[in-house]
């Protein structure tokens, strides 16, 4: 026995049996043309015949069937079963076979009506719903018993053929209905408009058209994307927007480093990042820029702060907040002054019909128009995804250039909401399509496609990569290129079908991968996201732990509010886990990994020569505090350089050139470019560090501190191989315990900035015996403080608590 697919004919019957062409002779035609495609006659009678095909020949059988049904428009309509199952051979004559499949298929014929095709339910391309069938078909077999099919809709048989349909709607329409909330939108300049939007009421495509119609000179849209828990990235994410649509306006020096900090990730303090929204957006030729702001309270508490610094005056510019009808306003923004309050519901019904025949570029009957309005709930989101379902369905179809409902109950359903529309429409993505729009969900509902597809191929592989997938996707609307590289999803109720649609464990899973990408992919202050996937994939403590690195990082960038916030997460994950603390006023005091503890001072101890230690008191504004980040392998010490560079010390550098007392005596000359050095080590300028080496290489004085220095430059320009060598050579050609000791602990620092952690501390051990050794305090001092860091990074909090206490009182490091 071997599985087949049964396609049976049942000619007219009553008083219509005896018009037209003979039975036989259609008989004997149909049956070429069975055989043309593959078939064979497998049954007949003196009513009915069938023919059978290979189970894997769906096509074929399916394509002789719907030409039958073409050419019978000329003559009697003819009517067909299809059915699938086993089927045995009767051996002769040859081709006739029997099986449940022959049985069904032959009954369906026989209760289908003229014209129609009755597909049986078991039939695998229609359980797969690869079939598009339109409606149920009941009715008695000879012997009584009762026979179910569904009609096939030979208009557009193929779910392929349907979904295609879908590419056929544009867009985005012209604004339908929305003229006077529109108008009332362009509020006084240092004010703000807000705008309340329920879900898929059309509030983002109305702050789009607000930009189009005022025609600002530069606009800055912040919305929730990548990274949407980073403090500053829905900021940080406007501003790269915009300039990749239009040139930077020119900025005071100060603001242009304050941007490139914010790009990279960095973040800035929520002051200096207001002035850069103000600047951005201050009047050109006596025309204002505008904000907007979209899903409010999706976006990041700080990004939330800089909004609320930089609307009132002196923000001479226009801006418009969007949010949910039922939400209040963060408390953060409670200060802003609003001047107009606009609220977005259903449509009016004319307006709601217009909009569907917008959405089908005007090629929809009145009527389907009418009924899909209605079944849209007369919503923007509704409406479109009302006719995409339809159109995958069948129910609405597109007959030449016109779109129309297949049937006169087409389209007579009851109204739903958006989101049960996309739900329906989701049963048709496939695997790969499905899993990329996943992943972007989790990601912010826009991100760049690298992220994306390392997220979704972990979970369904090559077929899921952004390349493969995204034609499908925008073509369907489901999903739109906000800019080259990147995959936005077409609306946020859409993110939340995809992300609600999976399963707990599976959702769990998902989140999980998502983190993991994340976690290698993203600064310090972007684990905040990887934070909250920890936490939702159940990973408490590791939740716990990324929280308080985000936290640390806010706090480090002066953002108090985030920082305070991601710490109360953090704990309330982890009630044991170490968080930095912040004074009143918002200033780190206590790093949770170490102590304070400063590269510059670390530095420093290797640089006296010939046992003279320099008196001057460590700078007030270190070059930065060593944090496992800036240990990591790949930074190669470049993070402990990471401060902005100052022209003072470059100004001091080239005004020496004018000094008569240093350009005349090579030894004033030294022992002014050696505290330069430090003011430039200090502030992390290395062009000027570099300057300032070669200058005393010309000296000839310090010769061994100026290699050790230049290891530690090539260690900031990401050589560390060469500066590990150079400040090795100096560990050997040390001649006495107190240059040892100096040099060791330099070595020791640059192994650590390397990531090679377990060297560094054998290494800071033995230069911290020199050191004792020597009588050289400032170098015991110095060391223990390092050993104080290098146990912290380390995960030995109790081993970095008696290194502090051993740095407070040197003398003690070799004792018990």
């Not at 769906?58 to 000329?74: K, M, P, R």
């Not at 807000?194 to 109305?206: V, Y």
């Not at 050109?284 to 909004?307: F, K, M, Q, Y």
Request: proline fraction near 6%; hydrophobic fraction near 45%.
């Amino acid at each position: 026995m071997a599985e087949r697919i049964v396609v049976s004919f049942h000619g007219p019957s009553g008083p219509e049996a005896g018009s037209g062409s003979g039975y036989l002779e259609r008989a004997l035609a149909i049956r070429k043309r069975a055989e043309a495609h593959g078939g064979a006659l497998c049954a007949w009678g003196g009513e009915a015949y069938s023919f059978d095909f290979a189970a894997e020949a769906l096509d074929e059988a399916l394509g002789f069937t719907l030409e039958q049904v073409a050419e019978a428009q000329d003559a009697e309509p003819l009517r067909i079963g299809i059915a699938q199952g086993e089927m045995q051979a009767l051996g002769t004559p040859s081709g006739l076979g029997w099986g449940q499949a022959l049985l069904r298929a032959e009954r369906l014929a026989a209760i289908a009506r003229p014209g129609d095709v009755l597909l049986d339910p078991d039939v695998a391309a229609v359980q797969s719903g690869d079939l598009v069938t339109a409606g149920l078909r009941r009715g008695r077999a000879a012997d009584g018993s009762i026979v179910r099919g569904l009609r096939l809709d030979i208009y557009a048989p193929l779910r392929g053929d349907t979904l295609a349909n879908v590419h056929k709607l544009v867009a985005a329409p012209a604004l339908v209905g929305r003229e006077e909330e529109l108008g009332k939108l362009s509020v006084p300049l240092g004010c703000a408009g807000l705008l309340r939007a329920a879900p898929g009421a059309g509030g983002t495509r109305l702050l789009q058209e607000l930009v189009h119609r005022l025609a600002p000179p530069r606009s800055l849209r912040i919305a929730p994307t990548f990274l949407p828990r980073e403090p500053l990235g829905a900021l940080r994410n406007a501003f790269a927007r915009s300039l990749a649509r239009e040139a930077p306006p020119e900025l005071p020096e100060e603001l242009a480093a304050a941007l490139d900090k914010l790009l990279s990730g960095e973040g800035i303090s929520p002051q200096r990042a207001a002035e850069l929204v103000d600047a951005w957006l201050a009047p050109v030729d006596g025309r204002s820029g505008l904000l907007t702001v979209d899903d409010v309270t999706s976006i990041d508490l700080a990004t939330l702060e800089v909004v609320s610094q930089a609307i009132p005056p002196p923000g001479f510019f226009r801006s418009v907040v969007r949010i949910d009808v039922e939400e209040t306003l963060p408390e953060v923004l409670s200060s802003i002054p609003v001047a107009v309050e606009v609220t977005l519901g259903p449509l009016p019904k004319e307006a709601a019909v217009e909009l569907a025949r917008a959405f089908c570029g005007g090629a929809i009957t009145q009527e389907a128009a009418e009924r899909w309005a209605r079944r849209g709930q007369g919503m923007p989101l509704g409406i479109r995804e009302a006719l995409a379902e339809g159109l995958s369905t069948g129910e609405l179809r597109w007959v030449g250039d016109v779109a129309e409902p297949r049937d006169r109950a087409s389209g007579r359903g009851a109204p739903l909401p958006a989101h049960e529309w996309i739900t329906r429409r989701a049963t048709w993505l496939e695997p790969g399509e499905r899993a990329a729009l996943v992943g972007v969900a989790l990601l912010g509902a826009d991100a760049p496609n690298e992220i994306v597809d390392a997220v979704s191929t972990l979970m369904a592989g090559a077929g899921a990569r952004v390349a493969v997938v995204e034609d499908a996707l925008c073509g369907a609307g489901w999903a739109y290129r906000p800019e080259e590289g990147w995959l936005a999803i077409a609306s946020r109720t859409t993110t939340r079908v995809l992300i609600g649609l999976l399963d707990a464990g599976t959702r769990d899973l998902w989140h999980r991968m998502a983190g993991r990408v994340l976690e290698q992919n993203v600064g310090p202050l972007g684990l905040a996201e990887p934070a909250y996937h920890a936490a939702v994939a159940g990973e408490r403590a590791s939740a716990a732990v990324l929280a308080a690195e985000a936290a640390l990082a806010a706090a480090g960038a002066g953002l108090r509010k985030a920082a305070a916030a991601l710490i109360d997460e953090a704990r309330s994950l982890d009630p044991d886990v170490q968080v930095p603390e912040l004074s009143d006023e918002g200033e780190l005091l206590v790093d949770p990994h170490a102590e304070e503890i400063s590269i510059a001072s670390m530095i420093e101890a290797a640089m006296g020569e010939g046992g003279q230690i320099r008196s001057e008191p460590h700078p007030s504004s270190p070059i930065g505090s060593l944090s496992p980040e800036s240990l990591g392998a790949e930074s190669a010490g470049v993070t402990a350089f990471g401060s902005p560079r100052k022209a003072s010390v470059a100004d001091a550098v080239a005004a020496l050139g004018e000094d008569p007392d240093a350009v005349e005596d090579p030894v004033v000359m030294a022992e002014r470019l050696s505290k330069l050095l430090r003011q430039a080590l200090v502030e992390g300028d290395v062009e000027t560090l570099e300057d300032i080496l070669v200058r005393l290489r010309v000296t000839g004085e310090h010769d061994a501190l100026v290699e050790r220095m230049s290891a530690f430059v090539l260690l900031a320009r990401g050589e560390p191989g060469e500066g590990l060598r150079k400040l090795k050579e100096a560990v050997a050609a040390a001649n006495s315990p107190q240059a040892h000791a100096r040099a060791l602990l330099s070595y020791g620092i640059a192994l650590a900035s390397a990531g090679n952690m377990d060297r560094a501390l054998l290494e800071t051990l033995t230069a911290l015996a020199r050191a004792r050794e020597a009588s050289d305090r400032r170098a015991e001092q110095a060391c223990a403080r390092f050993l104080a860091y290098l146990s912290a990074a380390m995960r030995q909090p109790q081993a970095a608590s008696v290194w502090v206490k051993v740095a407070q009182t040197p003398g003690e490091a070799l004792r018990g």
